[in-house]
């Protein structure tokens, strides 16, 4: 069964500097990945997704992420984080080959940013 | 174009209960899902309608059942409610019977379970 792994419960930054969230997953086959974020009282909302091609891959609100097969991970990274990003962060992965189970999601990554 | 809205926004039933939470697809949208999630951790696909069937379903009790309308508007129903059903309920809507991931989703509804 696939799986996805986000080591990080909650991660603390400073407003202006670099963010970077690790995803690993787990699954026989490339999965079709994705970064999904939910603010307080908001659904939740698609970041970017990765299917094929290029393996970063942009995304809105300035984030983007990179996909390394040898490590199995999809890593969502941002240069410069706004107070406005702060939320939950989730991960999560759906078999690529075609079918409709469903998206797999990690336990999400609590972002808190710092003034 | 209108996103994805569900009602109610929050319940509370007692144990034994049943409930039912609905959902309005975004435009245009032919496919619905539902998923669980329980405080602290990631949605649980529960299962998927689309063009009025149901075409996906996860780990879940035959307690967890759904419908879809020629709208495509659908309804989660939970029999026998118990406490570990306490959770945000959340819809998405999508366009096609494949995953690609491409979900809209709305805010949830929150069932507490006494």
């Known amino acids: 069964a696939q799986s996805v792994t986000q080591p990080d419960i909650h991660i603390t930054v400073s407003e202006g500097a670099s963010l970077e969230l690790r995803c690993n997953y787990s699954?026989?086959?490339?999965?079709?990945l994705f970064w999904y974020v939910q603010s307080p009282g908001q659904g939740l909302q698609l970041l970017l997704k990765?299917?094929?091609?290029?393996?970063l891959v942009q995304g809105i609100k300035g984030f983007e992420a990179e996909f390394k097969r040898s490590q199995s991970s999809f890593n969502l990274r941002k240069p410069s984080v706004h107070w406005s990003d702060a939320a939950e962060y989730f991960c999560?992965?759906?078999?690529?080959?075609?079918?409709?189970?469903?998206?797999?999601f990690g336990k999400g990554t609590h972002l808190i940013i710092q003034p | 174009e209108t996103g994805v809205t569900q009602s109610p926004t929050h319940l509370i039933k007692t144990r034994g209960q049943q409930v039912t939470l609905r959902c309005s697809s975004q435009?245009?949208?032919?496919?619905v899902s539902w998923y669980q999630q329980a405080l602290g951790q990631g949605p649980q696909f529960i299962f998927q309608?689309?063009?009025?069937?149901?075409?996906g379903r996860g780990n879940f009790p035959p307690r967890f059942s759904g419908l879809q309308f020629p709208n495509y508007s659908s309804e989660l129903n939970v029999n026998a409610l118990e406490l570990d059903d306490s959770a945000l309920y959340l819809c998405?809507?999508?366009?096609?019977?494949?995953?690609?991931?491409?979900?809209?989703f709305g805010e949830g509804s929150r069932l507490t379970v006494l």
């Open positions: 998405a809507s999508s366009l096609g019977n494949r995953d690609t991931g491409e979900l809209f």
């Open positions: 699954y026989g086959a490339t999965p079709y």
């Open positions: 990765y299917f094929s091609g290029d393996t």
């Open positions: 999560a992965v759906v078999d690529s080959g075609g079918g409709a189970d469903g998206l797999t």
């Open positions: 435009s245009g949208h032919n496919t």
């Open positions: 309608y689309y063009r009025e069937e149901e075409n």
